[in-house]
């Protein structure tokens, strides 16, 4: 009985013995699989997030095709940035606004004059040539052509970015820090009167939308807030807001290729007959810059409507533009 006994468990245990490696065979399978099936989802799931993150730089990459540029004599775009009422002097004594000619490719004009007093007949003569029908800083509406009768008939792009200003062709004289006054376009019917034209004149937001999308317009106008263009500030609060925003733009080509920069004041500060103001031409790509760093000439708002019109042969206004000096360029 015993023997019985001993003789049953050994064949079990030979039996079991036998089954033992197919056992360890399926559990090695089954290990495999489980392996490569998490190695699998693990690659899925890497390439999911791969897909999310081009699908999210393809949402955000510029899509938008440079717009058409005309070329100019001397540039191909003019970006216009005006201050305000600071004596020559007094802007000289900056020296940040003394370093621009040197620090980018440019010229001082040293003798450049503002057209009159006070303030909005200096943008109006700017764009127009001329300050008929404007004498204060009140309320204008003018009927006569201006560059953008100029710009357009030779399709050139034109904006006047402003800081604060809401849009929507609004012709209020003062909403926050923005001032009608320092605005010219909107004070032209021939303006006012067209949607689409008045839709150029927009929040100076949108300029870095433009820069990101290649689509800055060849002629620029833009006007800083009250603030910021030294009106209600100091000099040295204007030239360091002007540092904080020229420099980081100036290095981009979608703003800087071949673009003449004008850093200028409507007015200077002690109401004087001379109206001697700060003036600058500046660009690190313009490509025909000056040689001189110094131009001793007369120049004044006339001498840079002038100018824009030579550059593109627009023709003229047949105002004081018409017989202004441009600049030696």
């Not at 056992?23 to 699998?40: E, F, G, M, P, Y």
């Not at 030239?239 to 080509?253: C, D, G, N, Q, Y």
């Amino acid at each position: 009985m015993k023997l019985s006994l001993f003789a049953l468990a050994a064949t079990s245990l030979f039996c079991l013995c036998q089954a033992f490696p197919a056992i360890q065979s399926d559990v090695s399978i089954n290990n495999h699989i489980t392996s490569a099936l998490d190695k699998r989802g693990k690659n899925h799931y890497h390439d999911s997030d791969h897909d999310t993150t081009m699908s999210n730089d393809d949402s955000t990459a510029t899509t938008s095709e440079e717009s058409r540029l005309v070329p100019g004599k001397y540039f191909d775009r003019v970006v216009i940035i005006i201050f305000e009422n600071k004596d020559y002097k007094t802007a000289m004594k900056n020296k940040y606004l003394k370093s621009l000619p040197s620090k980018h490719n440019g010229v001082l004009l040293t003798n450049y004059r503002g057209t009159s007093h006070p303030s909005q007949p200096n943008y109006i003569a700017m764009i127009s040539g001329s300050t008929d029908g404007t004498e204060e800083d009140d309320e204008s509406n003018i009927d006569r052509k201006t560059i953008v009768d100029l710009l357009e008939s030779k399709d050139i792009t034109w904006k006047s970015y402003q800081e604060d200003y809401p849009g929507g062709c609004n012709k209020e004289m003062d909403i926050d820090n923005y001032a009608r006054k320092h605005n010219p376009f909107i004070s032209f019917k021939n303006i006012q009167k067209d949607k689409k034209r008045c839709a150029n004149i927009v929040n100076a937001k949108e300029l870095d939308k433009d820069i990101k999308n290649n689509k800055v317009p060849q002629y620029v106008f833009y006007t800083p807030d009250i603030n910021n263009d030294a009106h209600d500030k100091d000099m040295d609060f204007g030239a360091r807001w002007l540092k904080k925003f020229l420099e980081p733009r100036i290095k981009k080509p979608a703003f800087s290729e071949n673009t003449m920069f004008v850093i200028t004041f409507d007015e200077d500060d002690s109401n004087t007959k001379k109206n001697h103001v700060y003036t600058t031409l500046i660009g690190p790509n313009w490509k025909n810059a000056p040689k001189t760093k110094k131009d001793k000439t007369q120049y004044d708002h006339y001498s840079l409507l002038r100018t824009i019109e030579d550059n593109w042969d627009l023709g003229d206004l047949g105002k004081k533009d018409k017989k202004a000096k441009p600049f030696d360029l």
